[in-house]
């Protein structure tokens, strides 16, 4: 066997791909619980569904990407569940994309579901953040509202 340069980097190149494979974030039981409690949200409705909305509260804010996600392709009345849960996180992240939801979703009841929530989180006085928020995001929607009804 004769040597050539390249061999000399082998042992690096094989100790800087375990470092970089170890360092990856990996999937981890939480994010698997998190992705199973919003497919249920998506494809159930009644108990089930408010059990697992119960169980993503439990994850807080780090549930919020994967339920923005979801958003995308759940029916009608996941979208509606996907909402419960974001109520019942109740984190100001969620703000955002409960008034993205409600300013730009096709479904009234969906469109209705994110508006109300965002009311009612801007009315609490309890989380002072969130009701900020909350009412920066209702004053956006009225706004709108007014310049599409003036044409």
């Known amino acids: 066997m004769q040597y050539t340069p390249s061999m000399r980097l082998?042992?690096?190149?094989?100790?800087?791909?375990?470092?970089?494979?170890?360092?990856?974030?990996?999937?981890?039981?939480?994010?698997?619980?998190?992705?199973?409690?919003?497919?249920?949200?998506?494809?159930?409705?009644?108990?089930?569904?408010?059990?697992?909305?119960?169980?993503?509260?439990?994850?807080?804010?780090?549930?919020?990407?994967?339920?923005?996600?979801?958003?995308?392709?759940?029916?009608?009345?996941?979208?509606?569940n996907l909402i419960l849960a974001l109520r019942k996180i109740g984190d100001a992240e969620a703000v955002p994309l409960l008034a993205h939801i409600a300013e730009f979703e096709p479904s009234p009841d969906v469109k209705r579901e994110a508006e109300w929530t965002?009311?009612?989180?801007?009315?609490?006085?309890k989380f002072a953040a969130r009701a900020a928020k909350a009412k920066a995001a209702v004053r956006h929607l009225e706004d709108a509202r007014g310049v599409q009804e003036a044409g």
Not at 118 to 125: E, H, N, Q, S, Y
């Open 118 to 125: 965002l009311r009612t989180w801007a009315a609490d006085g």
């Open 10 to 80: 082998r042992p690096f190149v094989g100790m800087v791909l375990v470092v970089c494979l170890s360092a990856a974030p990996a999937c981890n039981d939480n994010d698997d619980e998190i992705r199973h409690n919003v497919t249920l949200l998506c494809n159930h409705e009644g108990a089930l569904a408010m059990a697992a909305a119960d169980a993503l509260t439990r994850h807080g804010r780090r549930a919020i990407p994967t339920i923005e996600a979801a958003m995308h392709t759940a029916s009608g009345p996941g979208k509606k």
